[in-house]
C-alpha cells in the first residue's frame, strides 16, 4: 500500500504516505463492519478508503497552499543510475521513481495491478473506475514505460 500511496501526489509535504496508510487502516478498522463481501474484495475496499484519505490530504494541501521541497536532480540521478527492479533496499524507491513518469491514472493502475498486486476488478474498485478502463490504462502506462526502457517484456 505505501508504494501505492507514494504514486499519489504529494502536495503536503508535512503528511508522508505512512502516515496516509496509517489513517487508512484505522478508518477501515472502525469501519470493518461495515465491509460486504469475499476476501478478494476487501483489497479494493482497502485501497478505496486509502484513495480517499490520500485525496484528503490533497485536498488539505491546497486548501492550505503548501508545496513540497524542492528535490535536487543532481541526486535523482545518482541515487537512480542501474539498480535492478525489485532488488536492494532502494527498490520501493526505483518503483516510484519509475511510476512518476507517468500521468496520474495510469500511474495508479500500474501500482494497483502490477507493484501491488491486486486483480482488475479489486483495482476498479479501489479508483473508482470501469474494469474496461482499468485494463485500457494498464496498457497505456506499461506502453509508456516500455517505450522509456523501463521494461523489456509486457
Known amino acids: 500500500m505505501l508504494v501505492?500511496?507514494?504514486?499519489?501526489?504529494?502536495?503536503?509535504a508535512g503528511v508522508?504516505?505512512?502516515?496516509?496508510a496509517?489513517?487508512?487502516?484505522l478508518t477501515a478498522a472502525s469501519k470493518?463492519?461495515?465491509?460486504?463481501?469475499?476476501?478478494?474484495?476487501?483489497?479494493?475496499?482497502?485501497?478505496g478508503i486509502a484513495r480517499l484519505q490520500a485525496r484528503n490530504v490533497e485536498?488539505?494541501?491546497?486548501?492550505?497552499?503548501?508545496?513540497?521541497?524542492?528535490?535536487?536532480?543532481?541526486?535523482?540521478n545518482s541515487r537512480w543510475?542501474?539498480?535492478?527492479?525489485?532488488?536492494?533496499?532502494?527498490?520501493d524507491s526505483w518503483v516510484t521513481w519509475l511510476l512518476s513518469h507517468l500521468?496520474?491514472?495510469?500511474?495508479?493502475?500500474?501500482a494497483c495491478?502490477?507493484?501491488?498486486g491486486l486483480d482488475v476488478a479489486s483495482t476498479a474498485a479501489a479508483l473508482d473506475m470501469k474494469a474496461t478502463a482499468v485494463r485500457v490504462a494498464r496498457h497505456r502506462g506499461l506502453r509508456r514505460l516500455r517505450s522509456l526502457g523501463a521494461l523489456v517484456s509486457p
Open 4 to 12: 501505492w500511496l507514494r504514486t499519489f501526489p504529494s502536495g503536503d
Open 16 to 20: 508522508a504516505p505512512e502516515d496516509v
Open 22 to 25: 496509517s489513517e487508512t487502516w
Open 32 to 47: 470493518i463492519a461495515d465491509f460486504r463481501g469475499s476476501s478478494s474484495d476487501f483489497a479494493g475496499w482497502l485501497f
Open 59 to 76: 485536498r488539505r494541501s491546497v486548501r492550505r497552499m503548501t508545496t513540497p521541497a524542492a528535490i535536487d536532480t543532481l541526486e535523482i
Open 81 to 91: 543510475q542501474s539498480p535492478e527492479a525489485g532488488t536492494g533496499p532502494d527498490s
Open 103 to 110: 500521468p496520474e491514472r495510469e500511474r495508479q493502475v500500474v
Open 113 to 116: 495491478i502490477d507493484v501491488v
